[in-house]
């Protein structure tokens, strides 16, 4: 792919991530909010207080099973070896959602973890592969949001969508703790909810597990690709490409 192309790519991305919800968006979005009201607040902290350690553990304590960032390389020859990575991790996933949906209940529920640090590990070597130093903080922070922006609701992919087209601005005023984690759980745990509950199922859990991991990997880094992108162009809404990716 061209650079030409890729940035095609990118407009139009950026373009739905940006289009204004639907009537059924809307719809969906009242009815999630009224089933999490039904949730006791004590629960919803609980929740939040343990998606939060959970993240930060994997997100901000790995600092030594990082890449090196990629040093040199055109978008194309990146992006060839980050689509590999995306077939291994998606595969991997794959798998351990088939064999932890096998297993019924009790390893069902061991998936979320498991999954959450497939997923995070990924986009760590994603951003090596763009040439990013990830064993900053900011870089690490920037993972967040793009995570976030995989697995959430249209009107939280919009606000969150802004937030990384604005980067400079976000990184400097928004710290890990300052980082609203009520948010990300919930849309988190509603975007995946339906097929991790199938997961639990028995007999089909297993097939299940298998392609609701693969969706989601693809998901995450396809998004992690056009999040990248918009780094690599800058002002990527511009008519002509910047001077030094021509």
């Known amino acids: 792919m061209t650079d030409q192309q890729a940035l095609t790519d ?3 991305w950026q373009q739905r991530m940006q289009r ?4 059924l968006n809307r719809f ?4 999630q909010a009224r089933l999490n009201a039904l949730l ?3 629960l919803h902290r609980a929740i939040t207080t343990a998606i939060q350690k959970m993240v930060q553990g994997v997100l901000f304590g790995s600092m030594h099973t990082t890449r090196q960032p990629l040093p040199e390389g055109t978008l194309a020859e990146r992006e060839a070896r980050v689509r590999k990575r995306i077939r291994a991790y998606r595969n991997t996933a794959a798998l351990e959602g088939g064999v932890t949906g096998a297993g019924g209940f009790l390893l069902g529920l061991a998936d979320f973890p498991l999954l959450l640090g497939i997923k995070l590990k990924l986009l760590f070597d994603i951003a090596a592969l763009y040439g990013h130093e990830v064993r900053t903080f900011p ?3 920037y993972l967040l949001y793009i995570f976030q922006l995989a697995f959430s609701s249209h009107h939280t992919r919009r606000e969150t969508y802004r937030q990384l087209a604005d980067w400079p601005t976000t990184e400097a005023t928004v710290t890990v703790d300052a980082f609203d984690w009520r948010t990300f759980q919930q849309e988190y745990r509603d975007y995946i909810d339906l097929a991790k509950m199938a997961q639990l199922l028995p007999v089909v859990g297993a097939a299940v597990g298998a392609v609701a991991n693969y969706r989601l990997l693809e998901q995450l880094g396809e998004t992690a690709i ?4 918009l780094r690599w162009f800058g002002a990527a809404t511009t008519a002509e490409l ?3 990716h021509r």
């Open 226 to 229: 056009m999040c990248y992108r």
């Open 28 to 31: 969906a979005r009242l009815v």
């Open 40 to 42: 006791p607040e004590k």
């Open 20 to 23: 204004p919800p639907t009537l």
């Open 242 to 244: 910047p001077a030094s």
């Open 139 to 141: 870089e690490r922070l």
């Open 10 to 12: 990118l407009r139009a």
